[in-house]
C-alpha cells in the first residue's frame, strides 16, 4: 500500500467547482512561508505554465523552474504524527498542453545517510521515496500516483475507494532522481494522456505529496490521515492554475514478437512432440483514448505467457485452488470490476467466501473437455484468446468498464493404434464483463451493477454434457454513509447466476463440489434430473464503523444452494448463511514501550439453507509494533461442535469436533540488511489437527540486490479424509451408501527462494525456485456410523473383516454387504518450479524479456516422507523446459 492510511472510506464534503475557481484568480505566491508550521493546513497550492525548456534528469537546474511557485508546509503523520518534519522539502509544479511537471529538493542533512536502494518498477523496497498524488477528476475518491526512490526506481498506480491502491497500472512516464550534497532530487514529467479527466475551460485537481526518510521511519505529507481516521484521496487540497490544456487523443500500439522453445519429457513414441517444439509467436495491443476520460484497449492474438509461475500445490480437498491472475492485459486497470466493496474500509470475513463475479483466469483456461479413447494425445496448455477489447473510464457520472473477448475453438490431436484424428476439448467461447456504477452526494451514496456472460459453440456434441452451453450473472452494489462524518456506513450488494446446458451437464453440475444437491438430508433442494438450466441469488450486507479509536465491522450474508458464478468468477461454496460482529481498538500514540497496538475480537457462525450450524467461534487477535519497529502478531480462535455439509463429498451430514486455532508472526525492522521472519500456525481438534512453522530470511548484501528464502514444514493429522462412497443397500444406517474414511499422516515441506538484481531502474534480473515434497500416509480405513456424528465403524473390529494385506475389507463379515476393494492413496510428491526473467525496458514502454522456466516432478505410491530419497527422485526426473524471448515496441502519437 502507499496511502496514508490502514483504512478506507468516502470522501468528505468538497467546495462546489465555481467557488474553488473562484480562488485561482489569487496571485501565485510562496504558499505558507512558515514552512515547518503545521498549522493552518492549506487549502490550496499553485501552478504556473511552463515557459522555458526542461530536461527531466534529476537536477532541478533549468531555468523553468525559476517561476514555479514553491510548496514547502509539509507535516508528519509517522512517527510523531502531526509534529514538524525533520528534514525540509520544497516541491514546485509546472504545466504546459501536454503535462505536469514535478520537482522535489529533499534537503537532508545527512546526505551520506539517504537509504537508495535499487528495484525493478514498483518494487517494495525500503528506501528514500517521494511520492505525487493527484486527483484528476476532483471526486475525491480516485487518482494516481507517480515516485520515485532516490535511487530512481519508478512507482505508480491508481488510487480507489479514497484510500485504496492498486500498482498494477503502469503509466508511461518520466522520472529521474539525484543525490548532492543537499540531499537529493526527484524530477517528472508526467503526460496528461496518461490520466483521465473532464475536459474543462480551466482545472481544478486535488493533489497530495509524500515524502519517506527510511533511516528514521519518517512519512512526511502536504496533509495526511490522522492513524485513528480514514480517508485519503478525500484530504487532498486544490491545485490552482491550470488552464486551456488540450490534451490529445492519444493513440498507443505496443506491437510484439516472441520466440518460444520447448523441451519437455514426453512419453516415448509420442507421435506429436518428439520433446522439442518452436513456437514463433506475433500480436499487438492497441490502447486509445476516445476522449479525455474513456480509454479502449484491444489485443490481437495476445501474448499471456506468465513470467513465473503457479506454486505446486497438493489439494486433498473438495475446493478449487485459487490462483492469482498475472496477465497483464487483464490486471492492469482491474479495480474497475471491483463489486461489492466501495465505500467500506474493511471487508473481514469469518467462514465466508465471498464469490468474484469475474475471475479472469477462466478466459484461456485450459480445455475443459475430456478426450476420447486414446494412446496419444496433443492438447494445449491454454485456449489461445484470438482477440480481447476492454473499455474503461467514465461516461457523463458513471464509472464504467467492459471486456469483450472471443476464444478459440481448441482442438487436440489425437491417435488410437494407427488412426489419427482431431477432438475438440474446448468449444468457441464468446466473455463478456459489463460494470457501471454512479456515486451522489460526493460520494456518500453510490449504485453500481456488473454483469457477466459465457456463450459457448459447440463443434462436438459429446462436449455439451461436460460443459455448460451458457451462463449469465448479474448483481447490483452500492453503500450509503449514515452520518455527516462519515463514520459510519452501509455497503452491500445482491445478484444472481443462471446456468444453461443440455440434462446431463445440469445434472452433473447439481452434484458437483459446489452444490451436492445429492445429499440425501438435504431438505432444502431437490436433485432434478431433468433440468437444463440451475439458478441461484447472492447477497451481503455489512455496517462498518470506520474513524476513531473503537472500529467496527458487521456483515450478514448468504449464498443460495444453486448459485453458481464459476463459469466467469470464482465460488468455493455455495449453501450457506453466515454473520459475523467484530470490533477492533487502536493505541496509535507511541510510548516508552510501544509505537502502536490494534487488538480485535469477534463472533460469528455459519448455517445452511436446512437450519443447521456449520461454523461458529470465537477470534481475537492482537498487532504490536515495538519501538525497534519489530512486529508481533497473535491470535487464536475457539470453535464449538458443529455440523458438516461436505466431509462426505454429497453424503449425509457429519459433526466437526471443537477445535482451537493458535497463530502468531514475527518480523524485524524491515530496513535493516538481514530481515528474519517467523510464521507459526496450528489447529487443534480430538484426535486430529495440523501444524505449520514457516521461517523467513531476507539479506539486502547490496544497495541493488536482494535474496529471500521461506521455507515451510506442515504437518497434518486427520482422523477422517475422505477416501470414497460405495453402493450399499445394506448400508440403511447410511441411506444406501457406505462413506469410507482413513487415517491420514501428511508432511508437507517446500520453500520459496527469490533473487533480485536490479542493474539500473529499467534493468532487471529476477529468479525464483520453489521446491515442494509432500507424502501423504493413508492407515485404519472406516466407514461413518451413522449421520450427524462423528463416530465411525473401523475396518477389521467387531463384525467387519478386513484381509491381512488390508486390501480387501467386509463391512458386516458374514453378512450379505459385498467387499470393499480399498484403494491405495499413499504418495509421495515432489516438485520444483522456478524461473529466471531478464527484462529491459530500453525504451518508456518498451520492453525486452529473456525468461527461462523449468518444472520437474515425481511421485510414488508411498506414503513415508523420505527428505533425502525425495530429493534425489527430484533432481533425476527429466525437466521440462521452456525458453522464451519476448520484444514489445511502444509506439504513441
Excluded at 511520492?131 to 520515485?148: N, Q
Excluded at 484491444?298 to 505446486?312: C, H, K, L, M, S
Excluded at 463384525?799 to 463379515?813: E, R, V
Amino acid at each position: 500500500m502507499v496511502s496514508a492510511t490502514e483504512t478506507t472510506i468516502a470522501p468528505t464534503s468538497q467546495p462546489t467547482a465555481t467557488q474553488k475557481l473562484a480562488t485561482a484568480k489569487l496571485p501565485k505566491v510562496k504558499v505558507n512561508s512558515s514552512r515547518f508550521d503545521p498549522e493552518p493546513r492549506p487549502k490550496h497550492v499553485f501552478t504556473v505554465r511552463r515557459i522555458h525548456a526542461l530536461k527531466i534528469d534529476g537536477r532541478l537546474d533549468d531555468k523553468a523552474w525559476i517561476k514555479a511557485p514553491i510548496i514547502d508546509n509539509f507535516i508528519q503523520r509517522d512517527p510523531n504524527q502531526g509534529k514538524s518534519p525533520t528534514e525540509r522539502t520544497e516541491v514546485r509544479i509546472l504545466y504546459d498542453n501536454d503535462a505536469l511537471y514535478v520537482s522535489a529538493q529533499m534537503y537532508d542533512t545527512a546526505p551520506d545517510s539517504i537509504v537508495a536502494r535499487l528495484g525493478r518498477r514498483d518494487a517494495e523496497l525500503d528506501a528514500d521515496n517521494f511520492m505525487f498524488y493527484v486527483d484528476p477528476f476532483h471526486d475525491g475518491r480516485t487518482g494516481y500516483y507517480f515516485g520515485l526512490n532516490a535511487s530512481g526506481t519508478l512507482y505508480d498506480g491508481i488510487l480507489l475507494n479514497d484510500d485504496w491502491d492498486d500498482d498494477s497500472w503502469d503509466g508511461v512516464w518520466e522520472g529521474k532522481a539525484q543525490i548532492d550534497a543537499n540531499g537529493w532530487t526527484a524530477e517528472m514529467r508526467i503526460p496528461y494522456s496518461q490520466m483521465r479527466f473532464h475536459h474543462q475551460k480551466e482545472y481544478v485537481w486535488g493533489i497530495n505529496f509524500r515524502r519517506e526518510i527510511s533511516r528514521k521511519n519518517e512519512r512526511d505529507f502536504l496533509v495526511y490521515t490522522p492513524r485513528e481516521e480514514s480517508g485519503f484521496v478525500s484530504r487532498f487540497v486544490d491545485l490552482i492554475g491550470m488552464s486551456q490544456i488540450k490534451p490529445r487523443r492519444q493513440v498507443e500500439l505496443m506491437p510484439y514478437v516472441t520466440t518460444r522453445a520447448e523441451f519437455t519429457d514426453q512419453p516415448k513414441g509420442n507421435p506429436f512432440d518428439d520433446g522439442s517444439k518452436y513456437v514463433p509467436g506475433i500480436g499487438g495491443d492497441l490502447k486509445m483514448a476516445l476522449t479525455s476520460n474513456l480509454t479502449l484497449n484491444a489485443t490481437v492474438n495476445p501474448d499471456f505467457g506468465q513470467v513465473e509461475v503457479d506454486p505446486a500445490v497438493v489439494n486433498l480437498s473438495d475446493v478449487e485452488t485459487f490462483f492469482p491472475e498475472k496477465r497483464p492485459f487483464f490486471i492492469e486497470g482491474a479495480s474497475v470490476f471491483n463489486f461489492g466493496r466501495g465505500g467500506s474500509n474493511n471487508n473481514w470475513s469469518f467462514n465466508w467466501g465471498n464469490p468474484n463475479f469475474f475471475y479472469s483466469r477462466r478466459i484461456g483456461r485450459a480445455p475443459q473437455g475430456d478426450l476420447p479413447d486414446h494412446d496419444y494425445a496433443n492438447v494445449r496448455e491454454g485456449t489461445r484468446i484470438l482477440g480481447a477489447t476492454k473499455l474503461t473510464g467514465r461516461v457523463g457520472t458513471w464509472n464504467v468498464g467492459t471486456i469483450q473477448s472471443l476464444t478459440e475453438r481448441a482442438m487436440a490431436d489425437v491417435q488410437k493404434g494407427n488412426r489419427r484424428f482431431q477432438s475438440e476439448v474446448e468449444p468457441m467461447a464468446y466473455y463478456g464483463i459489463f460494470r457501471a456504477q454512479k456515486e451522489f452526494n460526493d460520494g456518500r451514496q453510490a449504485f453500481g451493477f456488473l454483469s457477466t456472460v459465457s456463450r459457448r459453440d459447440f463443434k462436438e456434441n459429446r462436449l455439451r454434457d461436460q460443459i455448460n452451453d451458457r451462463a449469465y450473472a448479474f448483481g447490483v452494489d452500492g453503500w450509503t454513509f449514515l452520518d455527516d462524518d462519515k463514520t459510519w456506513v452501509v455497503t452491500g450488494w445482491f445478484g444472481g447466476t443462471k446456468v444453461h446446458g443440455t440434462s446431463a451437464r445440469i445434472f452433473d453440475l447439481q452434484q458437483s463440489a459446489l452444490h451436492y444437491y445429492q445429499r440425501p438430508d438435504f431438505d432444502a433442494v431437490r436433485l432434478d434430473s431433468n433440468a437444463t438450466s440451475l439458478s441461484g441469488w447472492s447477497g451481503r450486507v455489512m455496517l462498518n464503523k470506520q474513524k476513531g479509536k473503537l472500529t467496527v465491522n458487521s456483515a450478514l450474508g448468504s449464498i443460495s444452494p444453486g448459485f453458481d458464478a464459476n463459469d466467469l468468477g470464482f465460488l468455493r461454496r455455495t449453501n450457506v448463511v453466515n454473520w459475523h460482529l467484530a470490533s477492533t481498538i487502536r493505541w496509535t500514540d507511541p510510548t516508552t514501550f510501544y509505537r502502536r497496538i490494534h487488538w480485535s475480537a469477534a463472533v460469528f457462525r455459519s448455517l445452511d439453507f436446512d437450519g443447521n450450524t456449520t461454523a461458529s467461534g470465537v477470534w481475537s487477535g492482537m498487532f504490536f509494533q515495538f519501538l525497534n519497529y519489530s512486529d508481533i502478531w497473535v491470535n487464536f480462535a475457539y470453535n464449538p461442535s458443529t455440523l458438516n455439509t461436505t466431509r462426505t463429498r454429497g453424503g449425509p451430514l457429519t459433526r466437526n469436533t471443537p477445535g482451537f486455532e493458535l497463530g502468531a508472526r514475527y518480523e524485524t525492522d524491515q530496513r535493516k540488511s538481514v530481515v528474519l521472519s517467523l510464521n507459526y500456525n496450528s489447529y487443534t481438534q480430538k484426535d486430529q489437527g495440523n501444524f505449520n512453522i514457516g521461517p523467513g530470511l531476507e539479506w539486502k548484501p547490496a544497495a541493488n540486490v536482494s535474496v529471500s528464502i521461506n521455507p515451510n514444514l506442515g504437518l497434518n493429522h486427520q482422523f477422517a479424509q475422505y477416501v470414497d462412497q460405495f453402493d450399499d443397500p445394506f448400508a440403511t444406517a447410511t441411506f444406501g451408501k457406505r462413506y469410507v474414511f482413513a487415517e491420514l499422516d501428511q508432511v508437507t515441506f517446500s520453500s520459496r527462494m527469490r533473487l533480485n538484481w536490479t542493474f539500473t531502474p529499467t534493468l532487471s534480473l529476477q529468479l525464483f525456485a520453489q521446491p515442494l515434497i509432500s507424502s501423504g500416509n493413508y492407515k485404519n480405513y472406516k466407514e461413518l456410523a451413522r449421520p450427524k456424528s462423528f463416530d465411525f465403524i473401523n475396518y477389521g473390529t467387531g463384525n467387519s473383516i478386513l484381509d491381512p494385506n488390508g486390501i480387501i475389507a467386509d463391512p458386516d463379515g458374514i453378512g450379505p454387504a459385498a467387499p470393499i476393494v480399498l484403494p491405495n492413496l499413499d504418495f509421495n510428491f515432489r516438485s520444483l518450479r522456478g524461473t529466471a526473467v531478464l527484462r529491459w525496458e530500453y525504451n518508456p514502454g518498451s520492453t525486452l524479456f529473456l525468461v527461462w522456466t523449468q518444472t520437474r516432478s515425481d511421485v510414488e505410491e508411498i506414503g513415508d516422507f523420505r527428505f533425502g530419497h525425495s530429493l534425489d527422485q527430484l533432481f533425476n526426473a527429466k525437466p521440462d523446459n521452456i525458453f522464451m524471448i519476448k520484444l514489445s515496441y511502444w509506439l504513441s502519437r
